[in-house]
């Protein structure tokens, strides 16, 4: 009884701890668009996401119990606090950026995996036409996925050292869920090191140039290191979707996609 209602509080904590980053998204959005999406959109997509962060949760929990029963002890310890004690106050934030940048490295090659091996399942994210910050939904599978491809290894080699949890959660909460909005903030120059829109909306588009390209979540070090990286010019904004699948409109559609998909592209 105990853990299912933890299991509760993960779901329910995830959910509202969720909603104000989309609800601000959302709100920027609207006050300077650069396109407007109809409120069926926005109501799919909430639905969507209320899923899928329930099942996120879930799975991290799940994931959290079973190492506990297991008694599984990390290869490594990264001691970043000890590590970047050089750099004084900012050790912290030093310390962070560094832990970030290798989760990003784990979600990069999972994010490379999915378009080789998991495609029919990714390609449910992949077919969003309308895509922005609300209507950014992935397969319920995909979290799954993600906890054996990229939670599992990095529970191996934790780190210590890090920035309040709160805010390093809020930073990767929001960062990625930014990246699919169309609004008309992007990082300038700062676009060089890290993923803002319009980088990652080349990850999404309909032009057979651009398959393939922009896999990082948070920074896009990776992409340039392993030569994927493709920076797109001030007035570049493609199409987003896929055209051999429309994006689902039910819950049905959504959840059974990976069964009905059929497509040669890798």
């Not at 799940?62 to 297991?70: C, E, I, P, V, Y």
């Not at 029919?120 to 992935?138: D, K, P, T």
């Amino acid at each position: 009884m105990e853990a299912l209602a933890h299991l509760a509080q993960s779901v329910l904590g995830r959910i509202f701890g969720t909603m104000p980053f989309l609800a601000i998204l959302v709100a920027w959005e609207l006050a300077i668009p650069r396109q407007s999406f109809s409120v069926r959109s926005r109501a799919k997509g909430l639905g969507f996401w209320v899923v899928m962060l329930a099942t996120a949760a879930i799975c991290y929990t799940s994931f959290g119990t079973a190492w506990a029963m297991l008694g599984l002890k990390p290869l490594l310890q990264l001691q970043f606090d000890r590590w970047f004690s050089w750099a004084g106050l900012a050790a912290m934030p030093v310390a962070t950026v560094a832990a970030v940048l290798i989760g990003d490295f784990f979600s990069y090659w999972f994010h490379r995996i999915q378009h080789i091996f998991l495609w029919r399942y990714h390609a449910v994210h992949h077919s969003i036409e309308e895509m922005h910050a609300i209507n950014s939904f992935g397969h319920p599978a995909d979290e799954v996925f993600r906890v054996l491809l990229v939670v599992v290894p990095m529970s191996f080699i934790p780190v210590e050292g890090l920035i309040e949890p709160t805010l390093m959660t809020a930073v990767i909460l929001l960062l990625p869920t930014y990246t699919h909005s169309p609004i008309r903030m992007h990082f300038g120059p700062l676009r060089r090191v890290l993923v803002d829109n319009r980088f990652h909306r080349i990850h999404h588009s309909t032009e057979p140039a651009h398959f393939d390209k922009n896999f990082g979540t948070y920074f896009t070090i990776w992409d340039q290191l392993f030569g994927t990286a493709y920076f797109p010019n001030e007035d570049e904004w493609p199409e987003t979707g896929l055209a051999d699948v429309p994006e689902p409109q039910t819950f049905r559609e959504w959840l059974n996609l990976p069964w009905r998909y059929r497509s040669a592209r890798p």
